[in-house]
T-cell receptor, first 114, second 114 residues
């Protein structure tokens, strides 16, 4: 069990550019979650997958955001036309497909939009 | 909707002092409750959890009891150490809200001094 990994750990970009983040969950975990955490706040839910199906999206996930999990393993989160307000830590978590099961978090990708 | 309220920090304690971090919640169903901890420069780690009323979660000397009557899940530790300095997040997972997404509080920073 190598844990949840995320890449890159840090990303600096200019406003208007597109960015993509990757998350690799724990291998036997079918569920994968994305959260966003801004400074001084708790993480906020963005979206989650069970296998390759995206089952829920938060209203925080504007149309500039898209997430995929094409083969039910790793996932990508893309932000198009980044804005300064997108600056945050983007967290990925995974869990077994059991109700109320513990979610295990990756180290996060810190995005700074200049 | 679901929400979690926890006491604001920072909380500063001397080593070996008693710790309480208050957490109350609002949920439509019967949530599971969690405490996560974030050490400086690291990702979120599960500290403990409780899945039904009157359950007590415990780990590393920390405890929290699921109190349905007061909708609370206060975190306690009898004797804190400098190594406990971190940000602590209370969270809930409510299956009736759809999915297993976590709703977090804003976090409480704990500083333990010698």
């Amino acid at each position: 069990d190598t844990g949840v990994s995320q890449d890159p750990r840090h990303k600096i970009t200019k406003r208007g550019q597109n960015v993509t983040f990757r998350c690799d969950p724990i291998s036997e975990h079918n569920r994968l979650y994305w959260y966003r955490q801004t400074l001084g706040q708790g993480p906020e839910f963005l979206t989650y997958f069970q296998n390759e199906a995206q089952l829920e999206k938060s209203r925080l996930l504007s149309d500039r955001f898209s997430a995929e999990r094409p083969k039910g393993s790793f996932s990508t989160l893309e932000i198009q036309r980044t804005e300064q307000g997108d600056s945050a830590m983007y967290l990925c978590a995974s869990s077994l497909p059991v109700s109320q099961e513990t979610q295990y978090f990756g180290p996060g990708t810190r995005l700074l939009v200049l | 909707g679901d929400s979690v309220t926890q006491m604001e920090g920072p909380v500063t304690l001397s080593e070996e002092a008693f710790l309480t971090i208050n957490c109350t919640y609002t949920a439509t169903g019967y949530p599971s409750l969690f405490w996560y901890v974030q050490y400086p420069g690291e990702g979120l780690q599960l500290l403990l959890k409780a899945t039904k009323a009157d359950d007590k979660g415990s780990n590393k000397g920390f405890e929290a009891t699921y109190r349905k009557e007061t909708t609370s899940f206060h975190l306690e530790k009898g004797s804190v150490q400098v190594s406990d300095s971190a940000v602590y997040f209370c969270a809930l997972s409510d299956p009736t809200g759809g999915g297993n997404k976590l709703t977090f509080g804003t976090g409480t920073q704990l500083k333990v001094e010698l």
